[in-house]
């Protein structure tokens, strides 16, 4: 298989394990050293996402204290590498700009955040529904 062939394929596989319907479970502010800062949406936020298979991403997580609510969908487009970028198509004013996450799948576990881990970052944690 070549480099390109291996790339789609991996793309197509990460791509397939995206789908369906997240519920979400932790948001945590996490510091560079991997240490919880804050869970600024409480410590069972609730959520949901959803990615469908013509590349769709919607998601609605409910406001908490000073947290802001998140509410936007459009498209998105993985990499291999496990960064996501979501097109927002429409959104609640913070979530109104394409939203860049770097992924990790694990079986039903999703985890996005908004940086690379050894940076101060916020995460997200979901499961699948």
Same mark, same amino acid.
């Given at each position: ?9 991996? &793309? ?23 240490? $919880?800062?804050d869970e600024p949406y409480g410590h069972r936020?609730?959520? &949901? $996402? ?33 960064? $996501?970028?979501?097109?927002? &198509? ?40």
């Amino acid at each position: 298989m070549s480099g390109t062939e291996e790339t789609t394929a991996t &793309r197509a596989d990460w791509d397939a394990d995206l789908l369906g319907t997240w519920t979400l479970r932790s948001i945590r502010e996490l510091g560079d050293d991997g240490a $919880l800062l804050d869970e600024p949406y409480g410590h069972r936020p609730s959520g &949901r $996402l959803h990615y469908g298979p013509a590349h769709q991403v919607a998601v609605v997580i409910p406001g908490h204290a000073d947290a802001p609510a998140v509410a936007y969908m459009g498209d998105y487009e993985a990499d291999a590498a496990g960064v $996501l970028r979501h097109i927002v &198509r429409v959104g609640l004013p913070p979530f109104t700009e394409d939203q860049v996450r770097w992924a990790r799948l694990d079986g039903d576990s999703l985890s996005l955040s908004t940086d690379v881990e050894g940076r101060r970052r916020i995460e997200l944690r979901w499961a699948r529904t």
